[in-house]
């Protein structure tokens, strides 16, 4: 029974992605801009373009668990943007990231189950942005996840809150920055929490909308119990093209993440993630 009600709520979120896309992919392109301006654009995370992220992830394991290194994931996210223009190179946002894990190994007394397809727990953003006419890049703001998992094995159960803050540089030849979060637990199962994370964000613009490109996440838990458990930290390279259907600018990427610091137990080894962004109209 709480099979079939995880997947319900599987369908229905992508159903309900599935309108939104058509909803915003019918709508006026108001701004046309060429693909390698979007693509430019794109690279920053204080951006003022409406987008649609979906990411499929892919990822293998390794650790001292039996049959550890056997173990693989897939997962797909979906993160709407529709950033609120305050002022000039200034924006609100509220974004959240849902994600539809299809395959995940849980370690459990007689080696892995597999658990899925369910509902993640979906995390979320608040901030602020500002740009600056050297090109620097400044966000703030609120970072949190909330229990929305179906299946209490593939979520935290617990509602995670916390600050965040990114700092980024445009060049002549592309973007980098790199953003800081910690949360701690605010509500749900009562364990303690305290977990630092982040993401780095490199481009390098080539010809024709072409881009050399990552944006790795890592993370740091305070209450491991192992400090060789404690830091999960992967280096990423990949490469990106943006192109033009019709006057719908769409982003392709394709990532691989090594990691070289994951938990002893059982943690990530590899990552590869195909990222597929079209770009919509604002509602506003």
């Given amino acids: 029974m709480q099979n ?5 709520s599987s369908v229905l979120f992508l159903g309900l992605t ?8 019918t709508s006026s392109w108001a701004e046309e801009r060429s693909a390698s301006e979007v693509a430019h654009e794109l690279s920053n995370p204080n ?28 997962q797909i996210s979906f993160q709407p943007i529709f950033p609120y223009p305050l002022a000039k190179d200034t924006n609100f946002f509220l974004r959240p990231l849902i994600p539809l894990i299809l395959d995940q190994p849980v370690p459990d007394a007689d080696g892995f189950d597999d658990e899925g397809v369910d509902l993640g727990d979906i995390a979320f953003d ?31 159960g617990q509602t995670r809150l916390g600050p965040e803050i990114f700092l980024g540089q ?6 980098y920055g790199a953003l800081f979060t910690h949360v701690w637990d605010v509500a749900g199962d009562d364990y303690a929490t305290s977990i630092t994370g982040g993401q780095y964000f490199y481009a390098i613009n080539l010809k024709d909308a072409w881009q050399i490109e990552a944006q790795p996440t890592w993370s740091y838990d305070y209450q491991a119990d192992d400090s060789d458990d404690k830091l999960t930290f992967p280096l990423g390279i990949g490469v990106a093209k943006t192109a033009m259907f019709g006057k ?14 994951s938990p002893d137990a059982f943690g990530p080894e590899h990552q590869v993630r195909l990222q597929v962004t079209p770009v919509v109209p604002l509602p506003w």
């Fill in 4 to 8: 079939i009600i995880s997947l319900k």
């Fill in 18 to 25: 599935l309108v939104l896309i058509v909803c915003s992919m």
């Fill in 47 to 74: 951006n003022s373009l409406g987008s649609l992220s979906f990411n499929l992830d892919y990822i293998s394991y390794d650790g001292d668990i039996r049959d550890a290194d056997e173990q693989d994931a897939w």
């Fill in 126 to 156: 608040v901030a602020i942005g500002k740009g600056f006419s050297n090109g620097f890049q400044l966000i703030g703001g609120i970072t949190g996840s909330l229990d929305t998992a179906t299946n209490d094995a593939l979520g935290s």
């Fill in 170 to 175: 445009k060049t002549d030849w592309g973007f």
């Fill in 248 to 261: 719908t600018p769409v982003k392709f990427a394709l990532e691989y993440w090594n990691y070289i610091e």
